[in-house]
């Protein structure tokens, strides 16, 4: 099947520092890829949808200056954590969809911030 | 708009037997796909099985099939011969527009030598 793979798998970082997760689809070409933000024992919340070429398409309540988004290829999409804070450690996952059937995820991205 | 309700924070069941997942949706679209994923500790999320709004039968997928009732807007999933591996975080999903995932609560299952 598609594979999505996510790096880094885990980082720590000091507060005020920012941090950048790339995701990439390995074997297909991914128009629209999605960022996730999941806090623990909850579900995953939709942050952003990163589109090729254009800009992302942020949801209530999420910082687009904070969460940068960059989709420079059909097969990369990055999101960058800028002037990080222990509020922003959280587990961030992408997906992206192939064929319009199910959706692959990455490994997820485990961000600590001291 | 779109929404998705699992109603059991956690689940115990015993190694071997089957259980139920609880999931119900709630849309306007007359098309839309229904998805569940399995979470462990690790993080990953792994696709189970898929139901189409318009798939007559009920997705199956080895130990994994999607009771899928269209009228009451539910989709529950149905693990059978439990193995210890199954526990884990299950999610309930549907396709909203533009591709995105909404995703329900989850369910910790736990199964029980």
């Known amino acids: 099947g598609a594979v999505v793979s996510q790096h880094p798998s885990r980082v720590i970082c000091k507060s005020g520092t920012s941090v950048k997760i790339e995701c990439r689809s390995l074997?297909?070409?991914?128009?629209?890829m999605f960022w996730y933000r999941q806090f623990p024992k909850q579900s995953l919340m939709l942050m952003a949808t990163?589109?090729?070429?254009?800009?992302?398409?942020?949801e209530q309540g999420v910082e687009k200056d904070k969460f940068l988004i960059n989709h420079a290829s059909l097969t990369l999409s990055t999101l960058t954590v800028t002037s990080a804070h222990p509020e922003d450690s959280s587990f961030y996952i992408c997906?992206?969809?192939?064929?319009?059937?199910?959706?692959?995820f990455g490994q997820g991205t485990r961000l600590t911030v001291v | 708009a779109q929404k998705i309700t699992q109603t059991q924070p956690g689940m115990f069941v015993q190694e071997k037997e089957a259980v139920t997942l609880d999931c119900t949706y709630d849309?306007?679209?007359?098309?839309?796909?229904l998805f569940w994923y399995k979470q462990p500790s690790s993080g990953e999320m792994i696709f189970l099985i898929y139901?189409?709004?318009?798939?007559?039968q009920n997705a199956t997928e080895g130990r994994y099939s999607l009771n899928f009732q269209k009228a009451r807007k539910s989709a529950n999933l149905v693990i059978s011969a439990s193995q210890l591996g199954d526990s884990a975080m299950y999610f309930c999903?549907?396709?909203?527009?533009?591709?995105?995932?909404?995703f329900g609560q989850g369910t910790e299952l736990s199964v029980k030598p």
């Open positions: 997906s992206a969809s192939f064929q319009n059937t199910e959706a692959f």
């Open positions: 074997d297909f070409q991914a128009t629209t």
């Open positions: 990163s589109n090729e070429g254009s800009k992302a398409t942020y």
């Open positions: 849309t306007s679209d007359q098309s839309y796909g």
């Open positions: 139901q189409g709004s318009y798939d007559e």
């Open positions: 999903a549907m396709r909203a527009k533009g591709g995105k995932l909404i």
